[in-house]
């Protein structure tokens, strides 16, 4: 597994970097934040970002992809992440369509997968049930019937929910409550009779929903995989979301701490640079070597989804939780680096800091990934 960047994929990481600063900067979400946009993105900014070819980087040829590899997707998360860019780049490109790509039938694909490419179909996986991530922990039925199943239950924290057309529903057809076997993934539109939706704002000024199902009707045919066997797709196409998101924290971490690098060097107090002092000194250091520590993980993570999906859960784990930590730390100091404006809305700095707190609940915390590296390992 190569740990740096083909010719080719940096020059996908400049061509997004440049696009990205040039119409889709900070201000942007800022102006989303402020203006209470009902949609939480920008269509034409999303458009423009599917006729590059972003929405469908890892996909197949034949369904309208580029099939370029994950390690192309994470460059341009990476530099979604350094100006925290809001679109369905997320939830539909990596998630949504991860999970029709590897379990669903060939109808789907020829009929999805196209339309997600072509950015003209927006996707939201509806797991959640609780306040922290239990992905096996799923109380929301699926009840057969006839050639149709019955859909009850609510979900929390579905990313993107309130805007996507279709939703990757997680259900229980069978089994305990916590079990992994029983559970099956269903295609449902999200204006289906019965589906309520309550769009949430959170702290980062990104989009997820509480999404309820009562006695919502679903087609057979919308079964993404086999019936009872959905955790067969659910657990590649979460760890390749991990692998996705920690991409984006990357970036978050980079800009955050190249902003406050920058700032160390023209902050004067008692009448020197502050970045001339020692013990803060100090601190920038240790992080930049946690910075390329994390860069060596990530990508090797990110190499791992195409070139050896077997390694995929460990290095997903690993990876989730050195960026969660890398994140968590980068945007800590930046705050307390900038004093008492980086608690300030008017200083960009404090956005990071929120997504960074976000980012790191998606698809589990810390402590999740350090039990399940272990558990993977035997411990």
């Known amino acids: 597994m190569a740990l740096v960047l083909t010719e080719e994929q940096r020059l996908l990481q400049d061509t997004a970097k440049d696009f990205l600063a040039n119409n ?30 972003w929405a469908s980087i890892i ?3 034949a ?6 590899g994950f390690l192309g997707l994470g460059v341009v998360l990476e530099e979604s992440g350094r100006t925290l860019a809001a679109s369905p780049l997320f939830a539909s490109a990596v998630v949504g369509a991860s999970a029709i790509l590897l379990g669903g039938s060939e109808e789907q694909k020829q009929a999805l997968l196209p339309a997600i490419a072509g950015g003209e179909l927006t996707l939201a996986l509806a797991l959640e049930e609780s306040n922290h991530h239990r992905p096996t922990q799923i109380s929301t039925t699926a009840t057969a019937q006839g050639d149709s199943f019955v859909l009850n239950g609510s979900k929390c924290f579905v990313l993107d929910g309130h805007s996507a057309e279709q939703l990757i529903v997680v259900a229980r057809t069978s089994g305990g409550d916590r079990d992994s076997s029983g559970l099956t993934l269903l295609l ?8 309520s939706c309550q769009r949430t ?12 199902f009562d006695n919502v009707t679903v087609p ?3 079964v993404i995989g086999q019936v009872d066997r959905g955790w067969e797709v659910l657990e590649p196409v979460l760890d390749r979301g991990r692998v996705a998101i920690a991409a984006e924290m990357m970036g978050v971490a980079l800009e955050a701490f190249e902003r406050t690098t920058a700032y160390l060097k023209e902050r004067e107090q008692f009448g020197q640079l502050i970045g001339s002092f020692q013990a803060l000194q100090h601190r920038q250091a240790h992080i930049q070597s946690e910075v390329e520590l994390c860069r060596s993980v990530l990508l090797q993570a990110l190499s791992t989804v195409d070139d050896a999906p077997q390694e995929l859960p460990l290095l997903a784990s690993l990876a989730k939780a050195k960026l969660n930590e890398l994140a968590k730390r980068v945007t800590n100091e930046a705050v307390q680096m900038h004093g008492g404006i980086g608690v300030t809305d008017e200083l960009d700095i404090g956005f990071f ?8 609940q998606v698809f589990g915390d810390t402590g999740y990934h350090k039990d399940r590296y272990a558990t993977l ?3």
Do not use: H
């Open 353 to 360: 800091l929120k997504r960074a707190r976000v980012a790191m």
């Open 24 to 53: 889709a900067p900070v201000a942007a979400l800022r102006k989303l934040r402020d203006e209470k946009d009902p949609l939480g993105y920008s269509p034409d900014l999303w458009q423009q970002m599917a006729e590059m070819g």
């Open 377 to 379: 390992c035997g411990y």
């Open 59 to 61: 996909l197949p040829e």
């Open 201 to 212: 704002i959170l702290m980062d000024s990104r989009n997820a929903a509480d999404i309820t």
């Open 63 to 68: 369904y309208g992809g580029l099939e370029f």
């Open 188 to 195: 449902v539109e999200r204006d289906t009779a019965g589906v």
């Open 220 to 222: 057979a045919a919308n």
